[in-house]
């Protein structure tokens, strides 16, 4: 196990916010980290377990200890019919899994194609891009609790999945340690290519394989998202929110172009970017912070900002849309 003290989160963060942490472990193996929370290694407490830090914002400094987890591995673990069950370490680049799973002809992950991050937040987060969510190909998920050093395996239904959430961000929020995750993949894939222009991208690919369609969602991310590595951010800083038919009714006659998806809860999906963008705030700057220029749901850190500074911004952001529309918009970055 690896500790150190006094580290820059800069490289941490995809904002690039420059904090420190008081202390930070990075942990390899199952029986590490269930010693350091059987209290076996004592250490510094609030503790954040940190992933690529692609949904995180810093406000200050982290006056506790941040744990990293690092298990590694890629497995084919069994072919049943035409699935192929595959699982993957917590620690493993997310893309570099989905590009694993596609050269080898397996489907089920490639609409989620360059999604920053590590495995063990995916299932944390349910991420979900291109008309695809991973709950649909997550079996169960390996986990060590927080409190007691216990492990315990969380099948599909009890990991409690939602539009971009699940039982670990909900009510065991913090006392689980994702380790592994295991997903059931396709060795005949069906492709999805329903979700905006990915037909027409894998048409220009050379037609509709497995590979195409990953080469085709990676460049249509490339030209719409920023990339952290150039300027700071976390993607979409909010969640597309789920009002009632009634409310989209009223903002339907009050704004004919504001877009409507049916949910499958019932209520109505609204677009938070286009009710943000029809704010006004769409390319524009408070400080060091600002709204993506082509993306108005993307929040970016254009220098030096603070985390208090992205903070404030989307504060003002929720604001405006709550003054405008009437409706509340919830945050999809954790800020800490
Ligand atoms: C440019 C860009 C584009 C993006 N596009 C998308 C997109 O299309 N779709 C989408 O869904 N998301 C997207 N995101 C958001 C982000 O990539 C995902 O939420 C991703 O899963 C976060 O992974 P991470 O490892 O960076 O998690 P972190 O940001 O490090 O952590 C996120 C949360 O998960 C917890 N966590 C992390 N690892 C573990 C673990 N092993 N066990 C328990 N808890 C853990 C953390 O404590 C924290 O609460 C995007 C982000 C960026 C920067």
């Not at 008081?22 to 004592?42: D, H, N, P, Q, Y």
């Not at 749901?297 to 992205?310: D, P, R």
Request: hydrophobic share 40%; charged share 25%; net charge positive.
């Amino acid at each position: 196990m690896l500790i150190n003290k006094n580290i820059s989160l800069k490289h941490f963060n995809t904002f690039g916010l420059d904090y420190k942490a008081e202390c930070m472990v990075r942990v390899r193996t199952k029986k590490e980290a269930v010693a350091l929370f059987k209290g076996e290694i004592s250490f510094k407490k609030p503790l954040l377990i940190l992933g690529g830090g692609s949904n995180i914002l810093f406000t200050g400094d982290f006056k506790g200890t941040i744990l990293l987890p690092d298990f590694k591995g890629i497995r084919i673990e069994k072919k049943e019919g035409r699935s192929v069950i595959v699982s993957a370490g917590a620690g493993i680049v997310w893309d570099k899994l989905v590009e694993w799973t596609t050269e080898r002809g397996l489907g089920g992950l490639e609409n989620l194609s360059l999604i920053p991050g590590k495995v063990g937040a995916v299932p944390v987060q349910n991420i979900g891009a291109y008309g695809a969510e991973v709950k649909d190909t997550i079996i169960k998920v390996r986990a060590i609790s927080v409190i007691d050093g216990s492990v315990r395996f969380f099948n599909n239904k009890e990991c409690g999945f939602g539009y971009r959430t699940s039982i670990f961000k909900g009510s065991e929020k913090g006392r689980y340690l994702v380790t592994r995750v295991w997903f059931r993949l396709s060795g005949e894939p069906v492709l999805n290519l329903n979700y905006g222009s990915l037909n027409e991208e894998v048409a220009k690919l050379g037609g509709a394989t497995l590979k195409n369609l990953r080469k085709a969602v990676i460049h249509i991310r490339q030209n719409k998202l920023p990339d952290p590595e150039v300027t700071g951010n976390a993607g979409s800083f909010y969640k597309n929110p789920v009002v009632s038919p009634q409310l989209a009714d009223i903002l339907k006659k009050r704004f004919p172009q504001i877009p409507c998806y049916d949910d499958p809860s019932g209520g109505i999906k609204l677009a938070a970017g286009w009710m943000i963008e029809h704010c006004g705030w769409k390319g524009r700057r408070l400080g060091k912070a600002g709204v993506h220029e082509n993306q108005a749901l993307v929040l970016i850190n254009t220098g030096e900002a603070s985390g208090k500074e992205i903070l404030d911004l989307s504060e003002k952001i929720r604001a405006s849309v709550m003054e405008k529309f009437g409706v509340e918009l919830d945050r999809e970055v954790v800020v800490i």
